[in-house]
């Protein structure tokens, strides 16, 4: 009886843990972390010098992005995009002639990638 309390204990102990284990490392579970190369970053900077953004919010949290005016001089409605989980953004600088007649803001997550702030 006492070798069957044994293993249950040992089995119980692992269960807590892993499950111990497991809630503290979530959050980086859940949200990867994309990595953009400095070489790509300087790459962008060297392209969009002018759209890139650095902004502080009113909590402190600092936001890396950038603004892409629509062509022509005409006002035109703004499409603000925040990258998602793991998402580089930065894909999308390339693709602006997906979205003729919109302005674009495109911000990245904080804590989804990690920039050169």
């Given at each position: 009886?006492?070798?069957?309390?044994?293993?249950?204990?040992?089995?119980?102990?692992?269960?807590?843990?892993?499950?111990?284990?497991?809630?503290?490392?979530?959050?980086?579970?859940?949200?990867?972390?994309?990595?953009?190369?400095?070489?790509?970053?300087?790459?962008?900077?060297?392209?969009?010098?002018d759209?890139?953004?650095?902004?502080?919010?009113?909590?402190?949290?600092?936001?890396?992005g950038?603004?892409?005016?629509?062509?022509?001089?005409?006002?035109?409605?703004?499409?603000?995009?925040?990258?998602?989980?793991?998402?580089?953004?930065?894909?999308?600088?390339?693709?602006?002639h997906?979205?003729?007649?919109?302005?674009?803001?495109?911000?990245?997550?904080?804590?989804?990638?990690?920039t050169?702030?």
């Open positions: 009886m006492s070798f069957i309390t044994s293993i249950l204990t040992i089995i119980l102990a692992v269960t807590i843990l892993l499950s111990a284990q497991l809630y503290f490392m979530q959050d980086g579970m859940i949200f990867l972390g994309a990595k953009l190369s400095s070489q790509t970053l300087a790459e962008l900077r060297s392209r969009f010098a759209s890139e953004l650095r902004l502080t919010s009113a909590d402190g949290t600092k936001l890396h950038w603004y892409l005016q629509a062509k022509g001089n005409q006002p035109a409605p703004l499409l603000i995009y925040f990258g998602g989980n793991a998402e580089d953004i930065t894909h999308m600088l390339f693709e602006q997906h979205f003729q007649g919109y302005s674009l803001l495109l911000i990245i997550v904080p804590q989804t990638v990690k050169i702030i």
